[in-house]
């Protein structure tokens, strides 16, 4: 199943928005065929793995057991049914990682498997199956895209000076918040940000698709923001600022990570950084030349 996690990880831009996927196939203890879903429209992880198998191994099948990451899919969608590939091939043993969110599934290709005689196992490293798809899991099971909070503060709290921009990113802490947005559906600001500051929000220090850009003014509710970008099938959104608009996503609690750079200067007045809620877990803390960038989760009720 880690090999399984390893090569889903390689579909991590192509794959949107279909979630990453890795098959595995193993004949007493030696894998005899293996892939993941390369890009959205094409071939599924299953029939990726199956296609490796080579002309001489096929005899094995029917001994052998497939391991995939998430459940086959049982449903004709831009592809046919994995289910029905996994039981045409005559496999022993099917290993899952976890459940497909995706209403279209929801356990229906587990079942289909079972009820044509084949062993069904699932549940093997669930938690870091689900955590490889996060994004497509909280879209699915929230009806949202998976949020991230992100500011830049001084070492005194502010994130500006007395109200004016202020430049807190290094040019590599940039080049790496630009990584970050090329790896994400949309970014947010708020409209008094927009004005302000003009943000291209943009991934010109980096190499890879710009993020949807997207402003938030008074005029429309984050419930009512919500229910859009699930509607036009946004998985992932970035918020960065200003203090207003992380304090209301921050009050709504539609948030799933935050991200914080600080770097070590003062300023004696201006905007107060948000302050972090009491259910943010930090799970990482990284030193960039002179900045520090703290990730943390939102533990879960």
């Not at 046919?80 to 290709?109: M, T």
């Not at 998985?235 to 992380?246: K, M």
Request: aromatic share 8%; with cysteine.
């Amino acid at each position: 199943m880690r090999r399984c996690l390893q090569l889903a990880s390689c579909g991590r831009q192509n794959a949107k928005p279909n979630p990453m996927v890795g098959a595995v196939i193993v004949h007493d203890g030696k894998i005899i065929g293996e892939g993941y879903h390369v890009r959205c429209g094409e071939g599924h992880a299953e029939v990726n793995a199956f296609a490796s198998v080579r002309p001489e191994d096929e005899g094995l099948l029917c001994n052998s057991t497939i391991y995939v990451s998430l459940e086959p899919c049982s449903h004709y969608g831009k592809t046919p049914p994995c289910a029905e590939l996994i039981i045409k091939k005559g496999v022993k043993r099917v290993v899952v990682g976890c459940i497909d969110p995706f209403a279209k599934v929801q356990g229906r290709g587990i079942k289909m498997i079972e009820d044509a005689g084949i062993e069904v196992t699932v549940g093997i490293l669930q938690k870091e199956c689900e955590q490889l798809n996060k994004r497509f899991f909280t879209f699915h099971r929230e009806h949202r895209p998976y949020i991230i909070l992100k500011w830049a503060q001084t070492a005194n709290g502010y994130i500006d000076n007395y109200y004016k921009p202020l430049a807190i990113s290094t040019p590599f802490t940039q080049m790496l918040s630009h990584k970050m947005r090329a790896e994400e559906d949309a970014i947010l600001v708020g409209r008094v940000t927009d004005e302000r500051e003009h943000p291209q929000l943009t991934v010109r220090h980096w190499s890879g698709p710009n993020p949807k850009r997207l402003v938030l003014t008074g005029k429309e509710s984050l419930a009512d923001l919500m229910n859009e970008l699930y509607n036009n099938g946004i998985q992932s959104l970035i918020v960065e600022g200003g203090a207003h608009t992380h304090q209301s996503f921050l009050d709504a609690c539609l948030w799933d990570e935050i991200r914080v750079e600080t770097a070590p200067i003062t300023v004696y007045g201006g905007t107060k950084a948000p302050s972090l809620p009491t259910n943010a877990k930090v799970v990482s803390s990284e030193h960039y030349d002179d900045n520090v960038i703290r990730w943390f989760e939102r533990l879960k009720d």
